[in-house]
Antibody
Framework: HLVESGGAVVQPGGSLRLSCAASGFTFDDFAMHWVRQPPGKSLEWVAL????????YYADSVKGRFIISRDNTENSLHLQMNRLRPEDTAFYYC??????????????????WGQGALVTVSS | DIQMTQSPSTLSASIGDRVTITCRASQDITFWLAWYQQKPGKAPKLLIYKASRLESGVPPRFSGSGFGTEFTLTISSLQPDDFSTYYC?????????FGQGTRLEIK
């Protein structure tokens, strides 16, 4: 079970932190992702973090602005979003990988998704 | 980054039809491809992984095939619940990418 929180309306250039509470599985056994979807548009992968948090990957569109992190003691995943742009407006999904390190450990696809949190970047 | 291109963007079909959706990768991804189904207002649901392996609980009318750069998702006999949007996703690279989606609508 994955539950996102923190979605809000924010002005361009602002910051926002999304969180995801995980339950029902051993959180620190699996890599985690954030995937976003602008309303009415396609899915876009945003970021991946390994099971222990040591390795992270980012889409070019967010690299240098967003930071993915996790707290395995709290079973939580986070996305710190800085210098937000109108094109960052989307539903943000917290997504569980099937393996510990994503593609490098035979995973990279997802068997559980949260219901999404809406982030709107607008003045 | 690896680009994923789906076709068609929209597909109109009837109950009982056999339909095929194609996904092409911009470079060789061997069999590292997944397919998802998404209904309006809902999160995506995994159907197929490793190009052809059916996720547990997914009806056998769904099948996947392909290797390298060209892949297909086939629904052998469309049911009312299948009218949704379908996405392919490559995971050969840690910079994961999705196709733009195929909307399957009732004719």
């Amino acid at each position: 079970h994955l539950v996102e929180s923190g979605g809000a309306v924010v002005q361009p250039g602002g910051s926002l932190r999304l969180s995801c509470a995980a339950s029902g599985f051993t959180f620190d056994d699996f890599a985690m992702h954030w995937v976003r979807q602008p309303p009415g548009k396609s899915l876009e992968w945003v970021a991946l973090i390994s099971w222990g948090g040591e390795t992270a990957y980012y889409a070019d569109s967010v690299k240098g602005r967003f930071i993915i992190s996790r707290d395995n003691t709290e079973n939580s995943l986070h996305l710190q979003m800085n210098r937000l742009r109108p094109e960052d407006t989307a539903f943000y999904y917290c997504v569980k990988d099937i393996a510990s390190d994503g593609p490098s450990s035979g995973g990279g696809y997802s068997d559980h998704w949260g219901q999404g949190a809406l982030v709107t970047v607008s003045s | 980054d690896i680009q994923m291109t789906q076709s068609p963007s929209t597909l109109s079909a009837s109950i009982g039809d056999r339909v095929t959706i194609t996904c092409r990768a911009s470079q060789d991804i061997t069999f590292w491809l997944a397919w998802y189904q998404q209904k309006p207002g809902k999160a995506p649901k995994l159907l197929i992984y490793k190009a052809s392996r059916l996720e547990s609980g997914v009806p056998p009318r769904f099948s996947g095939s392909g290797f390298g750069t060209e892949f297909t998702l086939t629904i052998s006999s469309l049911q009312p619940d299948d009218f949704s949007t379908y996405y392919c996703q490559q995971y050969k690279s840690s910079l994961i990418t999705f196709g733009q989606g195929t909307r399957l609508e009732i004719k």
